[in-house]
């Protein structure tokens, strides 16, 4: 799917009426080909066939013409995209002023150039934007050329301590961004030491010994990141618990959250909620999790789309230890809940999550239902590996349930050849375990005088990693303990 497509197929209704009356703004007689590309891509989706529409639009098979008709579409959506959001945001308003100032600059207006240039300067001050004002005290010194009024020395010295700053943060920003993208793609269910955590925790260490720089409400937010980080890639819930409840008091007390920091309010109410769950105080944590939906309802629902699925997770993840028919309630719910569909991996946790409640009150058929539906879905192809590895294992512990040993027979030598990389490595040789005891049931069936059997799941069990993991789909423990009565 072309660029094009996608950003059409992601337009609201709003941008698609804004983007009508944008394109009709110039008058042209018969039906517009970029109108009608538009249209064409737009209730196609999916099924949008490139080469029929170019021959519709020309059917002499001019390819040239519509490669342009298309480039053109692209331009005007992108306009339209622009000219709807431009100075929406804070950050957005003070580009448009650096904007405005070049126009001026350029046309050697240089009194409405310095006039936009410090309305720029006031915004990004105020925003802390260092990037931005790096760029507008370069412009300030580009302007002290034309005029004898503005003192370039000034501004050479402001560029300087900003480019400090800026140095400094950006240090921690590429390894946090390091961290987020390893922990975002293994969906923590990969297990092992990320190599990045020494160099994020010397990181924070410089940084927390500088008191000067510890002052600024930006540099602290970036501290909060990055300390919040290597307690969580440690698994360290109970300081993590502590230090999330005691920052966000402290930023609460002291108005540090605004409309531009909105969105790491609402990621550490999120992690709160998700880290209190870990340390098994349900209530706290539903009652975060309201509070991360008061706060997804400010400054007029910013944000609101993105954190939505994070509210609904705080709600299964806890109902799901205090009331599983009320869990499972919920993710029926979501099932085909409209707004959440475009968010990533969101079927992966509604299939799954009822799959695994499912089986928790023993109702297997419907268990593997959820499975299958899940397995079929695009998202889960582009899930972790290891996470697909894992929901494999599950299923083979709701097939054995299901007296299904035919499909257990074929289905574990295929598992041991498609992960014969990942059952090589030492943290999953509970999975290879496992396997083996599956498979010894599916070919000689489940008898408490198999000497055999009992001596597979007493190895397994008295194993040092056998006491569970936070990477198991289906405890492994549990379940054997369960099924075959130990």
């Known amino acids: ?30 039906d517009r080909k970029d109108v009608l590309l538009f249209d064409y891509i737009r209730h196609k989706g999916e099924k949008y066939n490139e080469d029929k529409v170019a021959l519709k639009l020309y059917p002499d098979g001019e390819k040239n013409s519509f490669y342009r008709l298309k480039n053109r579409l692209i331009e005007e959506v992108n306009k339209s995209l622009t000219l709807q959001y431009f100075g929406e945001d804070e950050a957005s308003n003070t580009l448009q002023f650096i904007s405005l100032a070049y126009l001026f600059f350029n046309r050697n207006n240089y009194p409405v150039a310095y006039h936009f240039i410090r309305k720029a300067e006031k915004k990004a001050t105020v925003q802390e934007n260092y990037e931005l004002l790096d760029i507008i005290y370069s412009e300030y010194i580009k302007l002290s050329h034309e005029m004898v009024s503005i003192n370039p020395e000034t501004y050479i010295k402001l560029r300087k301590e900003n480019s400090v700053r800026l140095r400094e943060i950006r240090q921690i920003d590429d390894v946090l961004a390091a961290v987020k993208y390893k922990l975002k793609i293994t969906q923590n269910f990969s297990p092992g030491e990320n190599p990045v955590i020494q160099m994020l925790s010397k990181t924070v260490d410089d940084f927390s010994q500088d008191s000067e720089l510890k002052k600024s409400p930006a540099l602290r937010f970036k501290i909060y990141q990055a300390v919040s980080q290597v307690l969580l890639q440690h698994h360290d819930y109970k300081n993590l618990e502590d230090y999330l409840i005691t920052t966000y008091t402290q930023f609460t007390d002291e ?55 994070f509210y609904y997770n705080s709600l299964v993840i806890n109902y799901s230890k205090i009331d599983l028919d009320k869990a499972i309630e919920i993710l ?36 593997i239902k959820n499975l299958n539906k899940l397995v079929v879905h695009e998202s889960y192809k582009n899930a972790d590996r290891s996470l697909r590895f894992r929901i494999a294992i599950a299923e083979l512990i709701i097939r054995l349930e299901l007296d299904d040993m035919e499909f257990l027979d074929y289905r574990t030598t295929q598992i ?35 000497k055999k059997l009992n001596e597979l799941i007493t190895l397994f069990l008295n194993d040092e990693q056998a006491a569970g993991s936070d990477t198991d789909v289906i405890n492994y423990n549990k379940w054997l303990k369960s099924k075959f009565e130990l």
């Open 255 to 309: 108005h540090l959250f605004n409309k531009g920091n909105h969105l790491t309010k609402l990621q550490m109410l999120t992690y709160s909620v998700n880290t209190l769950f870990k340390n098994w105080k349900v209530k706290q944590s539903l009652e975060y999790a309201e509070k991360l939906k008061a706060a997804m309802e400010e400054f007029g629902k910013l944000h609101y789309d993105k954190y939505l699925f």
């Open 1 to 30: 799917m072309d660029i094009i497509n996608r950003i059409i197929e992601s337009m609201t209704k709003e941008e698609l009426r804004f983007f009508k009356i944008y394109i009709s703004r110039n008058t042209a007689e018969g």
């Open 332 to 367: 029926e719910q979501l099932e085909n809940n409209e707004q959440l569909k475009k968010t990533p991996f969101y079927e992966v946790f509604v299939y799954l999550n009822l799959a695994i409640f499912r089986f928790e009150k023993g109702d297997y058929r419907n268990a």
């Open 416 to 450: 041991k050849k498609e992960y014969k990389d990942l059952l090589q490595n030492d943290e999953n040789k509970r999975e290879l375990k496992l396997i083996e005891i599956i498979r010894y049931v599916a070919l000689h069936g489940i008898s408490k005088k198999n």
